[in-house]
Structure formats: structure tokens, C-alpha cells
Nanobody, 119 residues
Framework: HVQLVESGGGLVQSGGSLRLSCAASGNIANIYTMGWYRQAPGEQRELVATITSAGTKDYVDSVKSRFTISRDNAKKTVYLQMNSLKPEDTAVYYC?????????????WGQGTQVTVSS
């Protein structure tokens, strides 16, 4: 049974910073691409950033130069450092990972963590 548990969300003023963490646990053989998505009220869920097992990173244009994704493979954890936050970054942030178990590869999601940026 695989779980992704997120932490680090909260309320911050515009221009502030937050760091999100997402730890995977369970009977995991390998973790491939990990990423962060977000969903604002009334909006569709959008991809924010991804990082492959080799460390290749990709970002949505709106967060480039402000957000940094990283991972610690030994800890099975992915991070999202968010700087220069804007009110439009307000959303529920979800962790996602492509994980291999004895049952094969599958896509897993965290429960979400709220990020609120006040103006």
C-alpha cells in the first residue's frame, strides 16, 4: 500500500516563501517521475513542476525562476521551494508520483495541501 503525504502548506503574504514536502511510503520498488500539481477554486488541476529520477526538471511558465523542485531519492521525498509568491499561486497543491511496486507501475496522488497567498 503506497502513500504520498504532503506537508508545508499554509498562509503567507505576497512575496513570501513556502516549502512543500511530499514523502512516499509503502512497498516501493522504484520511483520514477515526481511532480507537483495545483488546483485553484473553479479551475482545472494544472501541472506546476516535475522532476525525473535522473533529476531533469520542468516547470510551468508561470512559476519559472520563482519555484524550485528537488528530490531526495534516499528519503523518497520530493520538495517544492516556492519564492516570491503571488496571490495567483493560491491553490491546493498535490504531489504526484509514478511508482513501481510488485503490482507494477502506477500513478499516485497525495491528499493535497492548501497554499494561500494574501495580497
Amino acid at each position: 500500500h503506497v502513500q504520498l503525504v504532503e506537508s508545508g502548506g499554509g498562509l503567507v503574504q505576497s512575496g513570501g516563501s513556502l516549502r512543500l514536502s511530499c514523502a512516499a511510503s509503502g512497498n516501493i520498488a522504484n520511483i520514477y517521475t515526481m511532480g507537483w500539481y495545483r488546483q485553484a477554486p473553479g479551475e482545472q488541476r494544472e501541472l506546476v513542476a516535475t522532476i525525473t529520477s535522473a533529476g531533469t526538471k520542468d516547470y510551468v511558465d508561470s512559476v519559472k525562476s520563482r519555484f524550485t523542485i528537488s528530490r531526495d531519492n534516499a528519503k523518497k521525498t520530493v520538495y517544492l521551494q516556492m519564492n516570491s509568491l503571488k496571490p495567483e499561486d493560491t491553490a491546493v497543491y498535490y504531489c504526484n508520483a509514478d511508482i513501481l511496486t510488485v503490482n507494477g507501475p502506477n500513478d499516485y496522488w497525495g491528499q493535497g495541501t492548501q497554499v494561500t497567498v494574501s495580497s
